[in-house]
């Protein structure tokens, strides 16, 4: 499993507990990690942007993305620039994501979801749209799921 925007670290120890010691959970993110990892799971300080897909190893079942713009109380300017952390994410997944595989990537919903959504569409079987509970009533954040990767090598 490969876990994009890693820090503080939660979801790759959840991951890690959900694989087991036979899985393999790799986490990338700006900020070093907090969280003390079993030996199955790392994270590394990479930037999402820069870093060559080739680089992560993979290929991956699970690409998860809790990516998120440091916001700025611009609603628009930050639902964009949750949409190119989210785009980026989905990029990265469509190259390292075996085929049959899964993406859930966090999204502020706005102007562009609906591209984001379709980009979904195109590349996976399936695609769910999850608020968690948890989430504040006023908050515009989602999770896009792709279930199923399209194989693309025919």
């Given at each position: 499993?490969?876990?994009?925007?890693?820090?503080?670290?939660?979801?790759?120890?959840?991951?890690?507990?959900?694989?087991?010691?036979?899985?393999?959970?790799?986490?990338?993110?700006l900020?070093?990690?907090?969280?003390a990892?079993?030996?199955?799971?790392?994270i590394?300080?990479?930037?999402?942007?820069?870093?060559?897909?080739?680089?992560?190893?993979?290929?991956?079942?699970?690409?998860?993305?809790?990516?998120?713009?440091k916001?700025?109380?611009q609603?628009h300017?930050?639902?964009?620039?949750?949409?190119?952390?989210?785009?980026?994410?989905?990029?990265?997944?469509?190259?390292?994501l075996?085929?049959?595989?899964?993406?859930?990537?966090?999204?502020?919903?706005?102007?562009?979801?609906?591209?984001?959504?379709?980009?979904?569409?195109e590349?996976?079987?399936?695609?769910?749209?999850?608020?968690?509970?948890?989430?504040?009533?006023?908050?515009?954040?989602v999770?896009?799921?792709?279930?199923?990767?399209?194989?693309?090598?025919?």
């Amino acid at each position: 499993m490969l876990d994009l925007g890693a820090s503080p670290g939660s979801w790759t120890l959840y991951a890690a507990e959900r694989v087991g010691p036979s899985g393999r959970v790799l986490g990338i993110d700006l900020n070093d990690p907090e969280a003390a990892l079993p030996p199955h799971a790392e994270i590394r300080t990479l930037d999402a942007f820069t870093i060559e897909p080739e680089r992560l190893g993979g290929p991956f079942d699970v690409v998860i993305s809790d990516m998120a713009p440091k916001t700025s109380g611009q609603r628009h300017a930050d639902q964009y620039r949750s949409y190119e952390l989210f785009m980026r994410a989905l990029g990265l997944a469509s190259v390292v994501l075996e085929p049959g595989g899964h993406f859930v990537g966090k999204i502020f919903q706005g102007k562009e979801f609906g591209d984001a959504r379709n980009a979904v569409r195109e590349a996976f079987e399936r695609v769910r749209v999850i608020r968690p509970e948890a989430t504040r009533d006023e908050s515009y954040e989602v999770f896009l799921v792709g279930l199923g990767r399209r194989d693309t090598t025919d």
